[in-house]
C-alpha cells in the first residue's frame, strides 16, 4: 500500500471495510435464520430388527424414530460386504435448529423396504448407529408380529 496514493489507499480500506461488513451481515442473517426459522437436524435412528422378503434381496427395516415432526424418515444407507450388512437409518427434524424446539421421548417404530447388492444368505445384518447385530426374521409377517 506504501505505493498506492492516499485516494486509492483510502478505496481499498473502504472496500475492506465493506467486505467485512458483508461477512458480518451474512453471518447475522444466518443464526437469525437457524434461530427463527430452524434447519433440518438429521440424526441416527436405531434398527430394530429387518425381515428377508420373498424377493430374497429385498430387507423390510424396523427402526425407532421419532413422533410426526420430531423424528421424520430421512434415508437409510446400506453398506455390504461378504460377511456381514451394516443398515445405518437417519430421521430428520424438520427445523429442528429452531429456539424453542422440543421433542417427546416417545419412539414410533418405522417400516422401510431396501434393497441389497446381493441376497443376504448367511451374512450377519449389524446396525450402524449402534454397532450391534440386528435380530433377522424369515418373513415380514413376523417383524411386524414383533416375534423375536
Known amino acids: 500500500m506504501a505505493e498506492l496514493s492516499g ?17 458480518l451481515l451474512a453471518g447475522v442473517l444466518v ?22 422378503t420373498a424377493e430374497g434381496r429385498d430387507l423390510l427395516v424396523r427402526y425407532i424414530g421419532g ?6 424418515p430421512h434415508r437409510i444407507d446400506v453398506t455390504e ?20 424446539f422440543g421433542c417427546d421421548d416417545r419412539g414410533v417404530v418405522m417400516l422401510q423396504t431396501v434393497r441389497l447388492g446381493e441376497p443376504l444368505g448367511e451374512r450377519q445384518v449389524r ?16 417383524l411386524l408380529d414383533g416375534a423375536g
Not at 485516494?7 to 461477512?23: F, K, Q, S, Y
Not at 437457524?34 to 430388527?49: E, H, I
Not at 413422533?67 to 421424520?72: A, F, I, L, R
Open 7 to 23: 485516494e486509492a489507499r483510502d478505496r481499498v480500506r473502504a472496500l475492506g471495510l465493506w467486505l467485512v461488513g458483508g461477512i
Open 31 to 52: 443464526g437469525l435464520y437457524a434461530t427463527l426459522v430452524g434447519f433440518d437436524r438429521v440424526s441416527p435412528a436405531a434398527v430394530d430388527a429387518v425381515a428377508r
Open 67 to 72: 413422533s410426526p415432526g420430531c423424528g421424520d
Open 81 to 100: 460386504d461378504d460377511e456381514t450388512v451394516v443398515i445405518s437409518a437417519y430421521t430428520v427434524a424438520p427445523h429442528g435448529t429452531r429456539a424453542g
Open 127 to 142: 446396525d450402524g448407529a449402534r454397532d450391534s447385530a440386528v435380530v433377522v426374521h424369515d418373513s415380514p409377517a413376523a
